[in-house]
């Protein structure tokens, strides 16, 4: 990998910064790898209808489909009520819609980066954290 786990978390912090969260205060950010390494940001957005509301990693996996770029080799994700700037007092783990997402696009080697801080993070990959998948394979005939 050209970008460095610390470099994926340094984004992942920096997008957190736009995280639209009046409701919950709870601020996520991912930063996407794409396999040409190209890093895609994104934050949670949420609303006052509270079901429209969409994860950081999706927000980035989003961003990042809209705009044609659809390999991927790592994502980095930070989360923390709003007092919380970068030392997270916990890992922030992919919810399970934003995990299925990941699998659409993702094999099971992708990385899933978890950081409480630049240097103390945990990296999984999708096969470990989305184990006996349903994925675009299943469909084909
Ligand atoms: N959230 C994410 O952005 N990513 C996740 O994987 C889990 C939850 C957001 C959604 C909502 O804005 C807030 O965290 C509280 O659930």
């Known amino acids: 990998m050209k970008v460095s786990y610390e470099q994926l978390i340094e984004n992942a912090i920096e997008a957190r910064k736009m995280a639209y969260t009046p409701y919950s205060k709870y601020k996520v950010g991912a930063a996407l790898l ?16 509270y079901g429209p509301t969409n994860c950081a990693e999706r927000t980035a996996f989003f961003k990042a489909v809209s705009e044609g770029v659809k390999e991927f080799s790592a994502i980095a994700i ?4 709003e007092n919380e700037t970068d030392l997270f007092s916990d890992y922030a783990f992919p919810c399970g819609v934003c995990r299925q997402v990941m699998r659409e696009f993702c094999d099971s080697e992708f990385e899933i980066v978890v950081a409480r801080s630049t240097d103390d993070y945990k990296v999984y990959t999708l096969g470990e954290l989305l184990p006996e998948s349903f994925g675009p394979d299943n469909l084909k005939a």
């Open 34 to 49: 794409s396999s040409d390494n190209k890093i895609i940001k994104g934050c949670n957005i949420e609303n006052a209808a």
């Open 78 to 81: 930070v989360g923390g009520l």
